[in-house]
């Protein structure tokens, strides 16, 4: 299409029922696998009851389900026919549960331990961002954690000039300062921004954890072993 951000709402939709065939051919690969590592790495566990915004066909959404053997997922996704087809894929795993929703109002009864954003928050246009943040955050535990995939910003304005024709329906770049002018004003924080490489030799992608703020309790502020190992030493030294 050849203004990726001027998409409607039902371009949009008609474009991910499209879309659904490439995701199928496409399966799972080393995106995939890195994001239920980074999950795992963060604090994702099997109890967790989690919350994927943009699910599609149910790529990540099956590796998840495999892991959360005692907890449970929920994939959201704004195209009908990208969650017929994962309700049928995924039938067998109990703990998986979908929704059509553009997320703009969601409001679930249980709150989620994670809500994860697999190389969603770029498709959705960013005048949307913060309203979608403050959904996130009506419906997540105060204790729970954001997890954001997406592509570098960097490297995408590289997409934007040199392969257009790779680029989904809407695909922005989000900088740092888009970010945080979103998630701030809705009570979060960015506790981990981080590029990293998969499929090329600069940074494709970047990583980001966000956490609900809340108030320090008095004794979060301790010297860690190492340190204080390393007090002890300088202290028996200077003795």
């Keep these: 299409m050849a203004d990726k951000q001027l998409a409607n709402k039902q371009e949009v939709v008609d474009y991910y029922d499209e879309y659904t065939g490439r995701q199928a051919r496409v399966g799972i690969n080393l995106r995939h696998i890195h994001i239920l590592r980074s999950l ?3 604090g994702l566990k099997p109890h967790h009851r989690v919350l994927e915004i943009g699910c599609g066909i149910g790529t990540v959404t099956e590796l998840l389900a495999q892991y959360l053997k005692e907890g449970s997922i929920l994939g959201a996704d704004i195209s009908p026919k990208s969650i017929e087809t994962a309700q049928t894929h995924l039938a067998h795993h109990k703990n998986a549960s979908f929704l059509v929703t553009d997320m703009s109002d969601m409001q679930q009864p249980t709150l989620f331990d994670v809500v994860v954003l697999p190389d969603v928050l770029e498709h959705i246009p960013i005048e ?11 419906n997540i535990k105060p204790d729970g954690f954001v997890f954001i995939n997406i592509p570098d910003p960097r490297f995408l304005e590289w997409m934007h000039q040199y392969a257009p024709e790779k680029l989904q329906v809407i695909d922005q770049p989000i900088h740092a300062d888009i970010l945080v002018g979103n998630v701030y004003p809705n009570d ?21 954890v966000l956490r609900p703020n809340k108030p320090l309790a008095p004794k979060t502020h301790v010297f860690s072993r190492y340190a204080q190992r390393i007090r002890t030493i300088l202290g028996r030294s200077l003795g």
């Design 40 to 42: 795992k790495k963060h």
């Design 188 to 208: 979060f924080y960015i506790e981990k921004l981080e590029s990293y490489s998969i499929f090329y030799q600069e940074h494709d992608y970047q990583r980001i």
């Design 128 to 138: 949307q961002h913060r309203n979608l943040f403050r959904v996130i955050r009506a």
